[in-house]
T-cell receptor, first 113, second 115 residues
Framework: DAGVIQSPRHEVTEMGQEVTLRCKPI?????LFWYRQTMMRGLELLIY????????DSGMPEDRFSAKMPNASFSTLKIQPSEPRDSAVYFC???????????FGQGTRLTVV | AQTVTQSQPEMSVQEAETVTLSCTYD???????LFWYKQPPSRQMILVIR??????QNATENRFSVNFQKAAKSFSLKISDSQLGDAAMYFC????????????FGKGTKLSVKP
């Protein structure tokens, strides 16, 4: 298996622009997580899906952030409009079942200028 | 809500020596899972070891072992015979055993290995 695939690996955008991050989880996995990593705040859980249904989105910082999982093999995290403070590494992770470990993608480094 | 605390922002160990990284967590649940992840400079998150809360026996994976103290809600990671490749950020993580199984992380410990 190719593992969790995230795209793009790097994104540089201007403040106010819309940004869409993409994730393909490992085939057969039914849990999907989006995390944001910064030096100051560490790894923050943004949203968690189980069987394509959002279970906990309490970590989504603002209405500017939204996440979707239209099917078991694809998820997006959208930021609109983007702000410089959104600059971070965004990780997607998936797990086979709810008690299993999560496998991470390579992350997307987002820079908003 | 569950929380995970790693009280050591940085640690250092001499090559071939042993080091222990600390982790404590807070939960009211009885069924849960604990993990240690490693993040080298490549930023890839790599699973090091996992522990089921219902198991009394401490998990081991080669040079890596844990000291799981359920009553104290403590989950430390011991690295034996440290190698230069062990240098990385180490994250402790908690996952609820229920179907709403969020996976939350501590802030991490940066481990340096001196030759």
């Amino acid at each position: 298996d190719a593992g969790v695939i995230q795209s793009p690996r790097h994104e540089v955008t201007e403040m106010g622009q819309e940004v869409t991050l993409r994730c393909k989880p490992i085939s057969g996995h039914n849990s999907l997580f989006w995390y944001r990593q910064t030096m100051m705040r560490g790894l923050e859980l943004l949203i968690y899906f189980n069987n394509n249904v959002p279970i906990d989105d309490s970590g989504m910082p603002e209405d500017r952030f939204s996440a979707k999982m239209p099917n078991a093999s694809f998820s997006t995290l959208k930021i609109q409009p983007s702000e410089p403070r959104d600059s971070a590494v965004y990780f997607c992770a998936s797990s086979l079942v709810f008690w299993a470990e999560a496998f991470f993608g390579q992350g997307t480094r987002l820079t908003v200028v | 809500a569950q929380t995970v605390t790693q009280s050591q922002p940085e640690m250092s160990v001499q090559e071939a020596e042993t080091v222990t990284l600390s982790c404590t967590y807070d939960t009211s649940e009885s069924d849960y899972y604990l993990f240690w992840y490693k993040q080298p400079p490549s930023r890839q998150m790599i699973l090091v070891i996992r522990q089921e809360a219902y198991k009394q026996q401490n998990a081991t994976e080669n040079r890596f072992s844990v000291n799981f103290q359920k009553a104290a809600k403590s989950f430390s990671l011991k690295i034996s015979d440290s190698q230069l490749g062990d240098a990385a950020m180490y994250f402790c993580a908690y996952r609820s055993g229920g179907s709403q199984g969020n996976l939350i992380f501590g802030k991490g410990t940066k481990l340096s290995v001196k030759p």
